[in-house]
């Protein structure tokens, strides 16, 4: 009788410790907190068209600085659309940032653009946070895309080397 005691109390403990568990779950946060507001700005670097040099979009596109920068509040519909000039859409959600291609082949201002990247250029896209997000590592859909973690309230999306830079090229960083 004694042993049907202390088993019922080991179960209820365990039963207990399971439901503490898996109610807790809010102490498990997303990467990237709904509601933020997050800047956008771009970067170009190439030794072919740069020199080598990091240079800010508005400079090649003879716009004043910051003139091309875009803030947003992160939500659940697309936080950038038609970004730099109608050239990408770009999405940010709790757990991802999406980029999607939207200019037309024949696009006046980079029809002539689209190509295959190639070795040493790097188009940079800074996403600054207003606050402190989570992210601690990604994963991407594309070999030629990576993703730097300045800190935490700025996230580098690099797309470099062996991006096939075309309408309708899309990829998805899916941060954790």
Do not use: W
């Not at 790097?122 to 300045?150: C, K, M, P, W």
């Amino acid at each position: 009788m004694m042993n049907y005691s202390k088993l019922k109390f080991l179960a209820v403990i365990l039963l207990s410790i399971t439901i503490y568990s898996c109610s807790n779950n809010d102490d498990i946060s997303d990467p990237i907190t709904l509601g933020s507001n997050v800047t956008v700005t771009n970067t170009f670097q190439s030794t072919a068209f740069t020199q080598g040099a990091e240079l800010a979009i508005e400079d090649l596109f003879h716009q004043p600085a910051g003139a091309l920068a875009a803030t947003s509040s992160i939500s659940e519909s697309v936080e950038f659309p038609s970004y730099l000039l109608n050239l990408y859409d770009i999405d940010i959600d709790k757990n991802s940032i999406s980029f999607e291609l939207v200019a037309k082949a024949n696009d006046a201002t980079y029809g002539d653009l689209f190509r295959v990247m190639e070795a040493d250029t790097y188009d940079r896209y800074y996403f600054t946070f207003e606050n402190t997000q989570d992210v601690n590592g990604f994963t991407s859909s594309n070999a030629s895309v990576n993703l730097r973690i300045d800190s935490d309230t700025v996230l580098v999306v690099e797309i470099g080397e062996g991006y096939d830079f075309k309408p309708g090229q899309s990829f998805t960083i899916t941060l954790n």
